[in-house]
C-alpha cells in the first residue's frame, strides 16, 4: 500500500530560528515528491517538487531534500518568519497514476 | 486570472439533504478533483476528471456524484447528505492529469452535516 508519512505531526519554533520537516513515502513506483504549504483557512499552495534525480532544490528560505534510496525527504527553512506558520503537506503521486497520496502534515506554529 | 474558484465557502445541511458544491477554473486546465480534508487525515481524492465528459472514482466516491460538461466546470453532489460527510472540500486542477503537474487548490468549501 502507497503511503506518505510525515514528522513531526507539529513543531513550534521562535521567528528567526530554523526548522526541518520529514517526510518518508514508500510509493511504488516513484515518480516525484512534492511538498506544499497550507495557510489556515486556504488550499495548499505548492513550494517544490523533487523528481528521482534530485537530491536538493531550494525556493527561497526553503530548501527541499530527496534520497531515493531511504525514501525520504525533508524540507528546510531558515530564518523562520511569522507568516511561515502553516501546515505543510508531503505527496508523492504513484507514477502512472492519477490517484496521489498525501501525508497528514506537520503544523508549523512560528512564535515572535 | 481567478483561478480555482468554489462556491459556497460555507453549508450547512441537514442529515438526507442534497446539495452541489461548485467548482470553477480558467486556467484552461484539463485536469480537475475533488478533494475531502478530515482533522489528522490527509487530503483525500473524492473524484477526478481528465477533461470534458470524462469522470473517474479516486479513494472515497460513496455519497458522491461528478460530472464534467464543459473544461472550466466541474460540480460535486452530494446525493443525501450525512454526518460523515462532514469534512473540507477542495477542488483542484491541474494542466493535465500527469503526476508531475502542480495541483492548484481552491479555497474549500466548510461543510457541516447535522
Known amino acids: 500500500k502507497n503511503q506518505v508519512e510525515q514528522s513531526p505531526q507539529s513543531l513550534i519554533i521562535l521567528e528567526g530560528k530554523n526548522c526541518t520537516l520529514q517526510?518518508?513515502?514508500?510509493?511504488?513506483?516513484?515518480?516525484?515528491l512534492r511538498w506544499y504549504k497550507q495557510d489556515t483557512g486556504r488550499g495548499p499552495v505548492s513550494l517544490t517538487i523533487?523528481?528521482?534525480?534530485?537530491n536538493t532544490k531550494s525556493n527561497g528560505r526553503y530548501t527541499a531534500t530527496l534520497d531515493a534510496d531511504t525514501k525520504q525527504s525533508s524540507l528546510h527553512i531558515t530564518a523562520s518568519q511569522l507568516s511561515d506558520s502553516a501546515s505543510y503537506i508531503c505527496?508523492?503521486?504513484?507514477?502512472?497514476?492519477?490517484?496521489?497520496?498525501f501525508g497528514r502534515g506537520t503544523s508549523l506554529i512560528v512564535h515572535p | 486570472n481567478a483561478g480555482v474558484t468554489q462556491t459556497p465557502k460555507f453549508q450547512v445541511l441537514k442529515t438526507g439533504q442534497s446539495m452541489t458544491l461548485q467548482c470553477a477554473q480558467d486556467m484552461n486546465h484539463e485536469y480537475m478533483s475533488w478533494y475531502r480534508q478530515d482533522p489528522g487525515m490527509g487530503l483525500r481524492l473524492i473524484h477526478y476528471?481528465?477533461?470534458?465528459?470524462?469522470?473517474d472514482q479516486g479513494e472515497v466516491p460513496n455519497g458522491y456524484n461528478v460530472s464534467r460538461s464543459t473544461t472550466e466546470d466541474f460540480p460535486l453532489r452530494l446525493l443525501s447528505a450525512a454526518p460523515s460527510q462532514t469534512s473540507v472540500y477542495f477542488c483542484?486542477?491541474?494542466?493535465?492529469?500527469?503526476?508531475?503537474?502542480?495541483?492548484?487548490f481552491g479555497p474549500g468549501t466548510r461543510l457541516t452535516v447535522l
Open positions: 517526510c518518508n513515502y514508500t510509493v511504488s513506483p516513484f515518480s516525484n
Open positions: 483542484a486542477s491541474s494542466q493535465t492529469g500527469a503526476e508531475y503537474n502542480e495541483q492548484f
Open positions: 476528471s481528465v477533461g470534458a465528459g470524462i469522470t
Open positions: 523533487m523528481t528521482f534525480s534530485e
Open positions: 505527496v508523492a503521486p504513484q507514477g502512472g497514476s492519477y490517484i496521489p497520496t
